[in-house]
């Protein structure tokens, strides 16, 4: 028995050499359930790219961003909040994902640990307030 690294359990399953389970831990006892849907343990976990779920293609996006007007631009500080458009008419659902998608496009360092938002009108632009590493913007 294993833990730990899910991409590696996932492919396991897959090619028959182990199977998935799952414990949810309880305070006198704890619940093991066997994951049998191998593919939406993928996409929930980001091995398996799910448009559905997270709103973005799979592709280059169309981004504009600027410096939040509002936030507090503490030049010491290496986060810097930030409001970006995605020109391509693809929505941020998953934040995880976007920053995966956004290092690999641009080298930015989105912060996924602190909250972010979204505003905008139905059938209109939609911006998407959250935090990047100063450093890594370009």
Sequence with gaps: MTHGDQRAAYERAVAGKSRLFA?????????????????????ALGIKHDEERTGLKDH???????????GDDNLR???????????????????????????????????TSGGWSKRGRPNGTTTYSLRARRKSLT
Excluded at 23 to 43: M, N
């Design 60 to 70: 280059i996006h169309e981004v504009e961003w600027t410096k939040d007007p509002y």
């Design 77 to 111: 500080s290496q986060y810097l909040g930030i409001d970006v458009i995605l020109a391509c008419g693809c929505s941020i659902n998953d934040l995880r994902t976007f920053a995966v998608q956004m290092k690999e496009q641009r080298g930015w360092v989105i912060a």
């Design 23 to 43: 414990v949810w831990p309880g305070q006198w006892s704890s619940d093991l359930f066997e994951i049998d849907d191998l593919d939406e343990f993928a996409k």
